[in-house]
């Protein structure tokens, strides 16, 4: 996991603010790259990926901005809602094992 | 359709007792990998399988930890001798051919007293 440094750790966003969450890797094998979300009790399921040939995605309120030269990419969460609260690990990987960073605890606030 | 499943939910040991851990990946998955998480952090991946052969074994920690995917479904992880270094949350995934999205089943949290 010393390859893949997440922060910030824990973030707490008042409801209908924006979320930014970084990740950023070292190994430059990498060529996929997925943010998992993952709820107390639960094993993580996937939120949104891109690969490295874009330099952003977004799917609804989610959206990934990839820095390719950096070896960074983040996770913004619009409009953030209550229901968002949990865990986010970003897992990029190249062949077929995912490299999970340390995690984000995300808190939305009424 | 029914997700990755998962049991038991919850398995108690004793430090040197012999645990089978098992999984029910999605029907027609092809590839299968067992993760470990610890509290607190993220999880970190053990052994990863496509149909029964076992494609990738570099992150099983030492020789006590061992799995098996006879008939090319379910996984059975084994762990010999447990210690007490070895509680965690235990994730199972299974994944389509030719797909990277990994779909993970509840875990079995494993505590070795």
């Known amino acids: 996991q010393q390859q893949v440094k997440q922060s910030p750790q824990s973030l707490i966003v008042q409801k209908g603010g924006i979320s930014i969450i970084n990740c950023a890797y070292e190994?430059?094998?990498?060529?996929?790259f997925p943010w998992y979300q993952q709820f107390p009790g639960k094993g993580p399921a996937l939120l949104i990926a891109?690969?490295?040939?874009?330099s952003e995605k977004k799917e609804g309120r989610f959206t990934i901005s990839f820095n390719k030269s950096a070896k960074q990419f983040s996770l913004h969460i619009m409009d953030s809602q209550p229901g968002d609260s949990a865990t986010y690990f970003c897992a990029p990987s190249w062949g077929n094992m995912l490299t999970f960073g340390g995690g984000t605890r995300l808190m939305v606030k009424t | 359709g029914a997700g990755v499943s998962q049991t038991p939910s919850n398995k108690v040991t004793e430090k040197g007792k012999y645990v089978e851990l098992r999984c029910d990946p999605i029907?027609?998955?092809?590839?299968l990998y067992w993760y470990r998480q610890s509290l607190g952090q993220g999880p970190e991946f053990l052994i990863y399988f496509q149909g029964t052969g076992a494609a990738d074994d570099s992150g099983l920690p030492n020789d006590r930890f061992f799995a098996v995917r006879p008939e090319g479904s379910v996984s059975t992880l084994k762990i010999q001798r447990t210690e007490r270094g070895d509680s965690a949350v235990y994730l199972c995934a299974s994944s389509p051919e030719n797909t990277d999205t990994q779909y993970f089943g509840p875990g079995t949290r494993l505590t070795v007293l």
């Open positions: 190994n430059t094998a990498f060529d996929y």
């Open positions: 891109i690969r490295p040939d874009v």
């Open positions: 029907s027609g998955h092809t590839a």
